[in-house]
């Protein structure tokens, strides 16, 4: 699809450096490599994390220090990279911010969802940062948005909501769903007692105090040792970590394990009966991805995202995500044995435009986005 014309891209993903936005930067640049007559540089703040053969790189490690540094690069030292860098057919920002260069065709992809997050009082006290960010995204998002060719987030209920957040048009808002990752909850029997697992950072958001709640309620109810908890939360991540460890800490049926390295996390999701994610706001929701395909029951915050992210899974139960008590209720059925409160999720495509694999965002974004005026 016109690839015998030479085309120039640029990627820039300058705050970009773990999880689930690393894995699409290097996504992105593997695609971009195969492509003959592409000529591809990346701009990031730590070339190591994302080498590529064929891919040349510029690095700006001051990018990541703090928001000033972040907004200085990219409405600053990008528009000068530009200039250097002279015409290009497309420059491409993974991560939100929509940056002040000189190009054809210019596209971003919408990674975060707290513009998206309904603020409780205890966000203020407990995690600050994410309620700055949930505060002052939305002008960061719109900020300059509209000189994009086209924008690229990975929900259908993502577009709608940042079409009517920003004014963009949603015509030309691109789903793209992310690949799955190696993990894949195998289907054994589950370890006994049940084993329920929620992996999450130490974040407020994720909303980890709901499933602990839900625990204390079980074990008051049923006794210790009947089911187990498990977290990747240590406990003293953060004040939120440090809130949730001193308030439920005392509860025996909850592990605070912390971070898992791949080989933990794939044992962890083997031996569990049932995944929880009761995360109030997510792009995507990786975990409900790695977990469904074991056919072993999830338990899902009743919110778009995980609607979403759940298509095509057998056994599922939908709560409040503000419901301790709704939660738990699910959590006995599978203690007990029984899924009534459950049910499959049908699987559906996104309406246009929609992108089902890189190749195909590749290509819309080079040879049918309309250029810049």
């Known amino acids: 699809m016109g690839e015998s014309v030479a085309r120039t891209v640029v990627v820039s993903a300058v705050n970009i450096r773990r999880g689930g936005t690393l894995g699409i930067l290097r996504e992105c640049l593997e695609e971009l490599s195969r492509r003959p007559g592409v000529q ?3 701009i990031v703040h730590d070339a190591s994390l994302c080498r590529c053969p064929g891919v040349r790189h510029i690095e700006i490690p001051w990018s990541t220090r703090s928001w000033l540094h972040r907004l ?9 990279i ?8 497309l420059w491409l920002s993974l991560h939100d911010i929509t940056p002040r260069v000189h190009t054809r065709r210019q596209a971003v992809y919408c990674q975060t969802s707290f513009p998206f997050l309904k603020l409780r009082a205890r966000d203020f006290r407990l995690s600050p940062k994410i309620a700055l960010f949930a505060l002052l995204t939305p002008a960061v998002y719109r900020f300059r948005i509209g ?8 929900q259908e209920w993502f577009r709608e909501a940042l079409a009517k957040k920003t004014g963009f048009d949603s015509n030309r808002i691109i789903v793209a769903r992310p690949r799955g990752t190696a993990f894949s909850a195998a289907a054994l029997p589950p370890s006994t007692p049940p084993l329920f697992f929620y992996p999450a950072i130490a974040d407020g958001h994720k909303n980890a105090e709901v499933l602990c709640e839900a625990a204390a309620l079980l074990e008051r109810r ?7 908890v498990v977290l990747t939360i240590r406990g003293d991540e953060n004040r939120y970590a440090r809130w949730l460890r001193k308030r439920w800490g005392n509860v025996q049926s909850i592990e605070f394990q912390g971070y898992m390295d791949a080989d933990k996390l794939q044992r962890t999701y083997d031996g569990a009966a049932c995944l929880v994610h009761p995360s109030r706001v997510e792009t995507w929701g990786m ?3 790695e977990f469904k395909p074991s056919g072993k029951p999830l338990i899902l915050s009743d919110l778009p995202y995980a609607r979403e992210s759940a298509q095509g899974a057998g056994c599922v139960g939908f709560f409040p995500p503000d419901d301790a008590g709704a939660l738990a209720s699910l959590m006995l059925q599978v203690i007990r044995g029984g899924t009534e409160g459950f049910a499959s999720v049908p ?5 246009q435009p929609y992108a089902p694999d890189w190749q195909a965002l590749i290509d819309k974004l080079l040879y049918e986005s309309t250029p810049n005026r």
């Open 40 to 42: 591809v540089t990346a």
């Open 72 to 80: 200085w690069c990219e409405y600053i030292s990008l528009n000068r």
């Open 82 to 89: 530009s200039k250097q860098l002279g015409q290009t057919d």
């Open 147 to 154: 000189k994009n060719s086209a924008v690229i987030v990975q």
């Open 222 to 228: 049923l006794g210790a040792g009947k089911f187990r």
């Open 287 to 289: 975990a409900i991805s």
């Open 347 to 351: 699987e559906t495509s996104p309406r």
